[in-house]
């Protein structure tokens, strides 16, 4: 029955984040569009944000999507993994971080609520944006060629 009702928040979590909030997303601001094609990503050095990005993408069997490039930055610099648990922590790390728009505070409240054995981590993961270093000006297509390690070690305060 366990296994049930994860599959089933599962697919309500991909329903929420991929066929509502993105598409609302896009109506309401305009989304800077990738600048990179899958080819141009295998070109940067090894051990850059951009060489990660792509190894990511390919290592969790995704495709590069223009409107999904940032967000899967974000998991690759802020360690989260694409789980279900991973996705709300990554969202309870914005939130604590101080972005709050309806994607995130729809993830996370919706991660409270179906995923109480995790709610450890939720915490854990909010407190660590909100003593983080502040990511919502970062320039996230100019920092490709940069170290990931370097910007990992650069959220820390």
């Known amino acids: 029955m366990y296994n049930v009702l994860k599959k089933v928040r599962s697919a309500v979590l991909v329903y929420l984040t991929h066929r509502m909030a993105l598409p609302m997303l896009k109506m309401i601001r305009k989304p800077e569009i990738f600048p990179f094609t899958t080819e141009q990503l295998q070109q940067f050095e090894n051990g850059s944000l951009g060489k990660d990005l792509i190894s ?4 969790k069997g995704l495709q590069l999507l223009p409107y999904y490039a940032r967000h899967d930055i974000k ?15 990554l969202q309870a790390f914005m939130m604590g971080n101080g972005h709050f728009s309806l994607p995130v505070v729809a993830t996370v409240l919706y991660g409270f609520i179906t995923m109480p054995e995790h709610w450890n981590k939720f915490i854990v993961a909010y407190r660590r944006g909100k ?8 320039k996230w297509f100019d920092i490709l060629a940069e170290p990931t390690a370097l910007l990992q070690q650069k959220l820390s305060r």
């Open 75 to 89: 998991h690759i610099l802020l360690q989260y993994d694409t789980t279900d648990d991973g996705e709300v922590c």
């Open 131 to 138: 003593n983080a270093t502040i990511i919502s000006h970062w």
């Open 56 to 59: 990511f993408i390919k290592d």
